[in-house]
């Protein structure tokens, strides 16, 4: 992982002002994979987070023989993928976030191979890749594993030439319907995906496909139809905002009691997220491309049942754990995407928190006043209900193992404290 991250918070100030919600990670990814299938020309990204997912996709892009040039003031990143040279995914980038496996239609397409060495992302449970290997298997490739010298897996993926077919998801998965999309856009003839994700990401990589030339059609849909082409070009495109941290924001206001206006978020992005933050007590008002949020009644109990888009994100499933350890009564959670995502209780548990979990069902206990203590981030979102949590305690928290926030959030530490917040980033 390189250097060991900490955030330090100091909790009770109630957050106020304007903060810019970044581009979305969940994004930009795949559109960093689908850029790698323009044979010829320059893409450009912008509005894109500087987040380390972002920054080992650059590493990535590179390794496999791409230019890319991350301007971080810009927030745009160039890539001329006009020679790929190696369908190899280096194990030590690859293995450090998900978005890597999004890159294999790209080295399918224009190398005919690719070479998996880790696929890596958050730790939440079993995290399967079949619904990706059944698809492009079906369009005529073939998958095989074998053992390196050093013990680890590595996947291997031929593909002469690919083929449209009638592929799905057994559940509309996020990743695996943007890499069943790829993989049909420059494949020969027509494929059918059933059961696709719905998720706004989704749609956006859709429509950067779309720009470069790819003919797809049904997204939002569930049933989505590509026809494919010969060639994509390089386009120009802006990332979407990211509704996971717009989420974590209106948190932010939520468990300081403060108000903020969100510029970038939208309502609806949020999906059932937004109407259970207002039964727990937040008022939303989107005025434009900005969303006001702000919370001043006492915080309610909250039933949660996390679900694909445009049900309850199960990103944002941590940090609605945290904030309802405040809500006066017991709240109920159920995560049904991940079977590993709530080590969160045990730290939460220690800065003073009564959570009670059965598998994949979770009780929250309020209210508890919490107090500061040192806690760690098993995952990102873990890492951002951890400084939600650090917010609203009494005295300091300090969050350790805190890359995996910088995974996926942007200047976590600058923003807050530019609404109020008292916190800091230390990195040895
Ligand atoms: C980079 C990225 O976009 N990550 C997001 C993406 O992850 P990711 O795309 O990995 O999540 P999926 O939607 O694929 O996974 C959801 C569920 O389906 C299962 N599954 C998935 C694929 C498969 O081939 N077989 C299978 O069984 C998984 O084990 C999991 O239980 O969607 C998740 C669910 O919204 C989010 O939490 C992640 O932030
Ligand atoms: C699970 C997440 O990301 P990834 O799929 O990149 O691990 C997340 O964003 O919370």
């Known amino acids: 992982m390189g250097h060991e991250v900490r955030y330090r918070v100091r909790g009770g100030r109630r957050l106020h002002g304007t903060v810019f919600v970044q581009g979305a990670k969940n994004a930009v990814l795949p559109m960093i994979g689908a850029s790698l299938m323009a044979s010829r020309g320059r893409t450009v990204l912008r509005n894109v987070p500087i987040i380390e997912d972002v920054r ?3 590493e990535l892009a590179r390794a496999v023989g791409a230019k890319a040039e991350l301007h971080e003031t810009e927030r745009t990143l160039v890539i001329d993928a006009s020679s790929l040279s190696s369908p190899v995914l280096p194990g030590e980038i690859a293995s450090r976030f998900r978005g890597s496996f999004l890159f294999v239609p790209a080295l399918l397409h224009r190398l005919g191979e690719a070479v998996i060495e880790g696929v890596g992302g958050c730790n939440l449970g079993s995290r399967n890749l079949d619904f990706h290997y059944n698809g492009f298997k079906r369009m005529g490739a073939t998958v095989t594993e074998h053992v390196a010298d050093n013990g680890d897996g590595i996947i291997h993926i ?43 990401e989704v749609l956006d990589n859709i429509a950067i496909l779309q720009a470069m030339g ?25 990332v979407m905002p990211d509704r996971i941290d717009a989420g974590v924001f209106v948190m932010a206001a939520a468990i300081t009691g403060g108000d903020l206006n969100l510029v970038g978020a939208t309502l609806e992005h949020l999906g059932v997220a937004a109407d259970k ?65 709530f080590k969160l209780a045990d730290e939460l548990r ?11 069902r979770a009780k929250v206990n309020g209210p508890r006043g919490l107090r500061g203590a040192e806690v760690q981030a098993h995952d ?4 951002s209900a951890l400084v939600l949590a650090g917010l609203a305690a009494e005295g300091e928290t300090t969050i350790t193992s805190a890359y995996y926030l910088d995974r996926g959030h942007a200047h976590t530490a600058e923003r807050l404290s530019q609404l109020g917040a008292d916190i800091v980033r230390e990195a040895d």
Do not use: W
Not at 168 to 197: F, R
Not at 217 to 237: K, Y
Not at 380 to 383: A, F, K, T, Y
């Open 158 to 200: 031929k593909a002469g030439d690919l083929r449209g077919g009638t592929l799905y998801c057994d559940t509309p998965s996020h990743t695996g319907t943007e890499n069943l999309i790829m993989a049909a856009a420059l494949a020969h003839g027509t494929t059918l995906i059933k059961n696709a994700a719905l998720e706004p």
């Open 277 to 341: 933050l207002e039964q727990m007590g937040v008022e939303f008002h989107q005025q434009g491309a900005v969303l006001q949020v702000r919370r001043e009644r006492t915080l309610r109990p909250i039933n949660v049942i996390t679900d694909e888009y445009p049900g309850f994100a199960t990103d944002l499933q941590s940090p609605i754990m945290a904030l309802s350890c405040l809500a006066e009564g017991p709240s109920y959670i159920y995560e049904r995407i991940f079977d590993g995502r």
């Open 214 to 238: 790819a003919k797809i059609s049904g997204g939002g849909t569930g049933f989505i139809t590509v026809e494919g082409v010969d060639e994509l070009t390089a386009v120009e495109h802006t």
């Open 380 to 383: 990102l979102r873990c890492g």
């Open 350 to 360: 220690k800065m003073g928190a009564d959570i009670e979990v059965d598998g994949n």
């Open 56 to 58: 080992r996709a650059v």
